[in-house]
């Protein structure tokens, strides 16, 4: 009898074991094809944005006229000191939101000079299967652990269904410091702080990042005729460059310039 036991426990540890070996080789597969489907996505991105400057290269031949690209603003994560006077606690949450890549970044840096362990336990929900990848960086990914939408959309309507089956869920939503400045009264309907306030699902708004005006005003070179748009981002640093002139050493020559918003 004791020989009985102790060989049905041998088979049952074997049968564990090789269930846990499956279970990981498929976990390994769907990172793979993933990771394969994500090449293929990222080198169509890079012809895209090929053909993108093709044609502004094209319009600068035709005209004969200089095009600068020149980035009005950048991002910066928040200080430690600046996160703490949130008064959040990341490990009362059992789950996160992301809207952005940047937004991962700075939560693990932010995580990682409070010395957060953050346990396996932990849910990430991301806006696109793109975004849910980049996690692979940080966390040992488990398609059991990540969610996103199944169409590549990336729309955040798209990611509701998930987070409403995983409604118990305590909700940390990683955010800019502009998150609502620069969104129109439609935007705002369909973000998804709006969507999860609406699904009365909990969570907690945190600001991890911000973004932070280029200073052009001691750039000598900046002499343009016109200036071309992008986002509301720009249109704002630009209107507090105007305003920062009226003390400014070197007044910057705005009203000569033309503005167009694409």
């Not at 952005?100 to 806006?127: G, N, S, W």
Request: charged share 30%; with cysteine.
């Amino acid at each position: 009898a004791v020989t009985e036991t102790v060989v049905v426990s041998k088979t049952r540890g074997a049968e564990e074991i090789a269930a846990l070996e499956e279970k990981i080789l498929e976990d390994e597969q769907f990172v793979i094809d993933k990771l394969t489907a994500m090449l293929a996505k990222v080198q169509e991105l890079a012809e895209n944005m090929a053909t993108a400057s093709e044609k502004y290269f094209d319009i600068a031949s035709k005209y004969n006229v200089q095009i600068d690209f020149k980035p009005f603003i950048k991002v910066e994560g928040l200080s430690l000191q600046e996160f703490r006077a949130q008064r959040i606690e990341v490990l009362d949450f059992t789950a996160v939101i992301f809207t952005a890549k940047t937004a991962i970044d700075h939560f693990f840096r932010l995580c990682d000079e409070m010395r957060i362990t953050i346990p396996e336990t932990m849910k990430y929900f991301c806006v696109s299967e793109k975004i849910a990848l980049y996690l692979q960086k940080f966390i040992k990914y488990r398609k059991r652990k990540v969610f996103f939408p199944a169409t590549e959309t990336s729309k955040v309507e798209e990611l509701l269904p998930q987070i409403k089956r995983h409604s118990d869920e305590k909700y940390l939503v990683s955010v800019a410091d502009v998150y609502d400045v620069n969104k129109s009264v439609d935007d705002k309907k369909d973000d998804i702080v709006s969507l999860l306030e609406k699904n009365k699902i909990t969570y907690t708004k945190a600001v991890m990042y911000k973004t932070v005006s280029t200073d052009f005003t001691q750039d000598k070179n900046f002499k343009y005729d016109m200036l071309v748009f992008f986002s509301p981002s720009g249109v704002s640093v630009c209107a507090s460059m105007m305003v920062s002139t009226c003390s400014s050493v070197r007044p910057m020559p705005f009203s000569s310039f033309r503005v167009s918003a694409m």
